[in-house]
């Protein structure tokens, strides 16, 4: 039901209760049997137990699950208990992730007042939040936390603070009479009060129209359950990529036995071979390079103010295509600031940022006289109940910001609190929504008496009949009521708020009643202002344009206001169209993802309609990061493809629902994620690449021998120790490189790439088989040379294996070749080759590991034909094309 269309009167009928004496205990009692306790519910929680066992089930993790039972059965004990151990390593890393994700409903219901004062048998009581019912007549005073839906039926200078809700800065001033319109959206409802807000000045009585799941809040609630949380891309390629792995191990592994048996070699003997070729193809170590690449990525964010929640999210940001922010807050400094003064006839402009006391006025780039401006701001800031304090070199505002916005204003023309206290108030005609407007009756040092009233143009118009003209005081013409209508116009297609500030000279005996005081006044002046974008903000828009991403502004304000603000930031193109809630509620799903894509600008808008706007981004095929700092955007963050939430004035309930948090919640920080999303994932490919070219080799050389009638070339333990060590550190070095200088400056990649794209599983295959084909040689010729010394020969082609590797890791570093890119520039890098040179070096000729690696000593003559052997690939291909450049 639309409460809000019903008089109080028809609310308090057809909830059937009695203003003056609320409910009885008995209705109240069986109330709550019946619509159940006012709460929100929460989804089961999946046990400790559950969410550890759930490891396992990565397509990855049961393929290397499958390899150590194969070597346990095989004997194969030292390569079983390694993958064990990175098998362990990897679950309890996404056990302790997990644990932490799913608590957005808690901290909803943390949002819940603890206590409600109602009205029960005429007497005003307190009592637990839970027990609070529908038709219960419930008193609202400052700082209260709304407990429940409520139709307000009584108010005076109630103003309720909805951003949480709404995303509007600015605390909403409610009324009491109906409201005819259809399907108003809840922020458009003046006569409602909210569960979860806050009672931020005046007082009021309502009755509860909702409790529990049936509030705002419980729908948000219901939506944030019902929202399942997208697969990354990442997650999504290293699936495949498992599925491909394991395919190919399997095949090897069959057609390693059916060649050696038909060759007459014995069936243990090929099953081994074939269990040493599948531990070949799967790079043992995938899983947990990626998780170290990404958690250093983490840490790096860290140090650009964004908190990652999940792993998986930092290379997500790489993908995004879209952004759909948040205005208040993320895009703008969330706080008003005075931006233009109509004074004396004079369009005058304010300097200054935030809530900086410093700045200056200024008309055609001259600075104003500060007594022609005096005038407007005194009577602004002594018209007002916001007070300034100063923490730590910084003003804060403590009270309404608009009022806040005048006194810093004030401070600029160095006006002070000594200036303020000339004034003694007499009387006050307080601020009401119907009325729009606020009055004080002040005496000043001279016992001159007079009322200084602001506040709606529109409602303050009619009612001048003067004018001051450079403090002196004419009559009000036409010509000067239209030159302020014309002035008004400007400030509002500028995105200001505007306020009027009129006085008027009182006589001592002068009746002190409202309706006589607010008329006959005199102008004095118009104020513009703005929550004014965060300077940095427009750069970041641009550089996430240079990358291909949209951003779109998603906002609880009002259209012309967001459209003022999307110019500003170059965020609204020429054509680009804005969209309200009301059109939103008219608009099929299909209607609006055929319109989306050419939509910048959403104002006016509802939890369901972000979660709806979403949906329809990705229903286009786009990848979606959702900013907000509000409960109205968990369920959008959730569903999205990576929420960002902000961290400082973000609510629990978004940090909770997020992948990301904004430590200062600045835009401009989002585009520093992406940027280093986006080089995770070139690194991420770079050692993907890396592992599975030096994976084909080791398979090819294995494969090539067999099929060759040869001994095998290499031992498990040899093969393992090549994947765990070899390719195990210079593949984490790969995941620290350093982004190319182009990494802004392409478009996203496309969210149906695969990882093996723009060549890569060509390179992979290339350069694979020139590994396995010089390790083969070296072992042919070794073997050949002294058929009756295998393990020789099996050091050498090992060592071959190793060396041809760890150079052809510097040719990952580039998708060009292994000249475009200073090869001392990662020091990682050249740390990694060399620790991992100097294992290969104790494994060759340290006599305890001799016996377990099965290795001999090499010479010198040895180590000129390995390392001559070694670089062929590398340099074959290094100089197939790309220059050298630093």
Same mark, same amino acid.
């Given at each position: *039901? ?298 790096? *964010? ?135 407007? *606020? ?206 939430? *902000? ?7 978004? !940090? ?228 050298? !450049?630093?």
């Amino acid at each position: *039901m639309n409460w809000y269309q019903l008089s109080e009167e028809e609310v308090l009928d057809k909830l059937a209760v009695n203003q003056k004496v609320g409910l009885t205990k008995e209705v109240a009692t069986e109330r709550l049997k019946k619509t159940g306790p006012n709460q929100l519910e929460e989804k089961q929680k999946a046990s400790l137990f559950f969410l550890f066992i759930k490891q396992f089930q990565d397509f990855m993790v049961l393929v290397l699950l499958a390899a150590t039972l194969l070597s346990g059965l095989l004997g194969e004990y030292v390569d079983a208990i390694a993958i064990i151990v990175i098998v362990l390593i990897n679950s309890f890393l996404g056990f302790f992730q997990e644990q932490k994700a799913e608590k957005s409903l808690t901290k909803l219901k943390e949002l819940s007042a603890p206590v409600a004062h109602v009205l029960r048998d005429k007497e005003w009581i307190t009592i637990p939040s839970q027990q609070v019912v529908i038709g219960d007549i419930i008193k609202l005073t400052n700082g209260d936390r709304i407990v429940a839906d409520i139709r307000i039926c009584k108010g005076e200078g109630l103003e309720i603070e909805e951003s949480a809700l709404t995303g509007e800065s600015a605390p909403v001033h409610k009324k009491i009479t109906s409201i005819a319109t259809e399907d108003l959206d809840y922020a458009d409802q003046q006569n409602m009060a909210f569960m979860g807000t806050l009672v931020s000045k005046g007082t009021g009585v309502g009755v509860v129209v909702a409790t529990g799941m049936k509030t705002v809040m419980g729908q948000i609630a219901d939506l944030l359950v019902q929202t399942k949380a997208q697969v990354t891309p990442l997650e999504r390629r290293l699936a495949d990529l498992g599925k491909i792995l394991i395919v190919i191990a399997l095949i090897l592994t069959a057609f390693v036995v059916f060649i050696g048996v038909w060759q007459g070699h014995p069936l243990y003997d090929m099953f081994l071979a074939g269990i040493s070729l599948a531990v070949a193809a799967i790079p043992e170590g995938l899983p947990a390079i990626v998780t170290v690449a990404l958690s250093l990525g983490v840490q790096r *964010m860290i140090k650009k103010k964004a908190i990652v929640r999940k792993l998986s999210a930092v290379e997500t940001l790489g993908s995004t295509t879209v952004i759909c922010s948040d205005k208040t807050g993320t895009m703008t400094e969330n706080r008003m600031t005075v931006r233009q003064i109509y004074t004396n006839q004079r369009l005058i402009q304010v300097t200054g940022e935030g809530q900086a006391i410093t700045g200056n006025f200024y008309q055609d780039q001259e600075i104003v006289p500060d007594r022609l401006i005096h005038a407007v701001l005194m009577y602004g800031m002594v018209c007002n109940h916001a007070t300034l304090t100063q923490k730590k070199k910084l003003w804060q505002v403590d009270g309404d910001p608009t009022e806040g916005a005048l006194l810093i204003a004030a401070r600029k023309a160095n006006l002070s609190e000594d200036d303020r206290n000339n004034f003694k108030i007499i009387k006050e005609i307080p601020f009401d929504s119907e009325r729009k407007r *606020m009055t004080v009756i002040v005496e000043d040092n001279q016992k001159k008496r007079f009322a200084i009233t602001k506040g709606a143009p529109d409602v303050l118009l009619p009612r001048i009949n003067y004018l001051t003209d450079d403090a002196e005081r004419r009559p009000f013409t036409s010509k000067d009521k239209k030159e302020i209508e014309e002035k008004l116009n400007v400030m509002t297609e500028q995105a200001l708020r505007t306020i009027a500030i009129c006085v008027k000279p009182l006589n001592a005996d002068m009746s002190l009643d409202h309706t006589s005081i607010e008329n006959n006044l005199t102008f004095v002046g118009l104020v513009g202002m703005m929550d004014p974008p965060r300077k940095e903000v427009k750069k970041a828009i641009k550089a996430c344009k240079d990358a291909g991403i949209k951003t779109v502004m998603i906002t609880g304000d009002h259209a012309k206001t967001a459209e003022a603000i999307a110019k500003q930031l170059d965020i609204l193109p020429l054509g680009g169209q804005v969209l309200n809630g009301y059109e939103l509620n008219h608009m099929s799903e299909k209607e609006l993802a055929d319109r989306v894509d050419n939509v910048y600008v959403f104002a006016r808008v509802t939890p369901a309609h972000k979660l709806k706007i979403v949906q329809a981004l990705q229903a286009k095929g786009h990848i979606v990061a959702m900013t907000g700092d509000g409960v109205n955007d968990a369920p959008a963050m959730k569903a999205s493809d990576i929420g960002i939430s *902000m961290g400082k004035s973000g609510t629990d309930v978004a !940090k909770e629902a997020s992948a990301l948090v904004l430590l200062d919640d600045n835009f401009a920080t989002i585009e520093a994620a992406i940027e280093e999303g986006r080089n995770i994932y070139e690194n991420i490919r770079k050692f993907v690449r890396y592992l599975l070219a030096s994976n084909v080799g080791e398979i090819l050389v294995m494969l090539f021998a067999i099929a060759l009638g040869f001994p095998l070339p290499l031992i498990p333990v040899q093969i393992l120790w090549v994947n765990l060590v070899t390719d195990g550190l210079p593949a984490m070095a790969l995941g620290l490189d350093q982004a190319e200088n182009n990494v802004m400056k392409t478009k996203p990649r496309p969210v149906k790439e695969g990882i093996f794209s723009r060549g890569l599983g060509i390179k992979i295959l290339t350069r694979g088989l020139m590994i396995g084909v010089v390790t083969l040689l070296a072992f042919m010729t070794a073997y050949q040379n002294d058929p009756a010394h295998l393990t020789y020969a099996r050091t050498i082609a090992f060592t071959t294996l190793v060396m041809a590797q760890l150079i052809h890791v510097f040719d990952c570093r580039s998708e060009r070749s292994i000249f475009s890119r200073n090869p001392f520039q990662n020091i990682y890098l050249l740390g990694a080759v060399f620790s991992s040179v100097a294992l290969l070096m104790v494994v060759i000729y340290y006599p305890p590991l001799q016996v377990i690696f099965e290795t001999v000593d090499l010479h010198l003559r040895d180590w000129i034909f390995i390392l001559s052997l070694s670089a062929i690939p590398t340099v074959l291909f290094g100089f197939t094309k790309g220059t050298a !450049k630093s």
